[in-house]
C-alpha cells in the first residue's frame, strides 16, 4: 500500500470512529426537533408532543415541536427529507405518508428513499357518523336510506387528501354507491354543519368525533376498526365489518421518521427510546384519551413499518385514482 493510500486509509477509518463515537453520544446534550407538518392543536400535533414528553425520558433529552404545516403535509415532509442526517430532526405524521404520493403527482421528495423508518406510534380509528335528523338507528337501516336516496346523499370532509376524504371514498367504493362529496376547510366546519344538517355523513377520526357522539349529537354507524373501541364513549358503537361491510378498516395512523442516511446507531437509539415511550403508562393514558391505540405489535419495528406503509399506498392508490381528486 502506497503512504498516499494507507493516509486516506487511515482517515477513513478515523472518520468512520468519530462518526460512530459521535453516534454513540447521541444524543449528547443537543435538542431533537419533531417536525409535524401540520398546525398546532391538531391531532398529529397533539401526538407528536405527548410522544416527546415520553421519549424525553429515554433519550435523556429535550425534544420539541415544530409545526411546519401547509399543502397536505407535504410542506413538513420535504423539510425533513432535506435535514441534516444526524438524528435531531426528524418528522412525526400520519397516513399522510401513504396517502401523499397518489394525491401529489409532483413531490419533491421520494416518500420510500427519503426517509429511514423508526416506527409506528399508534392507531385512530374513524368513526362513520350522521346527522341527528337521519331516521336510520343502525348501519343496516343507514344502508337501505342510501340505496334509497342515490345521487342525493351529502358526504362531507375536512378537506381534499383529508383523514375523513380517505374514509370516503373507502366507504363508497365498500358500498358501491357514489355521494356528493362536500369538502370544508376543516374538520369543524364539517362537523358543524352535520349537526345543523347540512350534510347527511361524515367519517372521521375517533379524536374529533367522540365528543359529539357522547352528547348525542350526531347519529354513529360504526366505527372503521376489525375490533370494538374500548373507550367508555365508543365500546358499544359495533364495527362495521361486524355489520356486513367485511374488513372494511381504515385507521389515522402516525409513524416516526428520520432523514435518509441517520448513522445506524442514532437510528438505534430513537427505536428503542420509541418502544419505550410506547410502554409507557402516561403516554398509553394519554392516547386512549383521544381514542387511539397506541402500537404493540411488530410495527414499532422499523422494516415492519416501511412494509406496512407500502401497503397503505397500494390500498390507497387505485381507490384514489379511480375517484380522480388529486391535491395539485
Request: aromatic letters at 6%.
Amino acid at each position: 500500500m502506497t503512504p498516499h493510500f494507507r493516509l486516506a486509509a487511515l482517515a477513513a477509518a478515523a472518520t468512520a470512529f468519530a462518526a460512530g463515537a459521535q453516534a454513540a453520544d447521541f444524543p449528547d446534550g443537543k435538542t431533537i426537533t419533531f417536525v409535524v407538518p401540520f398546525a398546532a392543536g391538531g391531532p398529529t400535533d397533539k401526538v407528536a408532543r405527548d410522544l416527546a414528553e415520553a421519549m424525553q425520558k429515554a433519550l435523556g433529552a429535550t425534544i420539541v415541536v415544530d409545526n411546519t404545516a401547509g399543502a397536505g403535509s407535504t410542506i413538513g415532509n420535504a423539510k425533513v427529507a432535506r435535514a441534516k442526517n444526524d438524528g435531531l430532526t426528524l418528522l412525526v405524521t400520519h397516513v399522510g405518508m401513504a396517502t401523499t404520493p397518489v394525491l401529489y403527482r409532483k413531490l419533491s421528495y421520494n416518500w420510500e428513499t427519503d426517509f429511514e423508518y423508526l416506527g409506528m406510534i399508534n392507531d385512530v380509528p374513524m368513526t362513520l357518523i350522521g346527522k341527528p335528523q337521519l331516521e336510520a338507528n343502525n348501519f343496516k337501516e343507514l344502508q337501505t336510506w342510501i340505496n334509497a336516496h342515490k345521487g342525493k346523499v351529502n358526504l362531507g370532509n375536512a378537506g381534499i387528501g383529508s383523514a375523513s376524504h380517505l374514509c370516503g371514498l373507502l366507504f363508497q367504493s365498500a358500498i358501491k354507491a357514489e355521494m356528493t362529496t362536500v369538502p370544508y376547510k376543516g374538520t369543524a366546519p364539517a362537523i358543524a354543519d352535520l349537526m345543523g344538517g347540512q350534510i347527511d355523513l361524515l367519517c372521521d377520526q375517533t379524536t374529533n368525533t367522540t365528543g359529539q357522539i357522547e352528547a348525542k349529537k350526531v347519529k354513529a354507524y360504526g366505527v372503521t376498526t376489525l375490533k370494538r373501541v374500548n373507550t367508555p364513549a365508543l365500546k358499544d358503537i359495533p364495527t362495521l365489518d361486524e355489520q356486513g361491510l367485511k374488513n372494511f378498516q381504515v385507521t389515522i395512523w402516525h409513524g416516526l421518521y428520520a432523514p435518509k442516511g441517520t448513522p445506524a446507531p442514532v437510528l438505534k437509539k430513537l427505536n428503542d427510546a420509541l418502544k419505550t415511550a410506547l410502554k409507557d403508562p402516561d403516554f398509553i393514558r394519554r392516547e386512549e384519551a383521544l381514542g387511539a391505540v397506541v402500537v404493540s405489535d411488530k410495527r414499532s419495528d422499523p422494516a415492519e413499518h416501511k412494509k406496512f406503509v407500502q401497503a397503505e399506498v397500494a390500498r390507497f392508490g387505485p381507490v384514489i385514482k379511480e375517484a380522480g381528486v388529486y391535491a395539485d
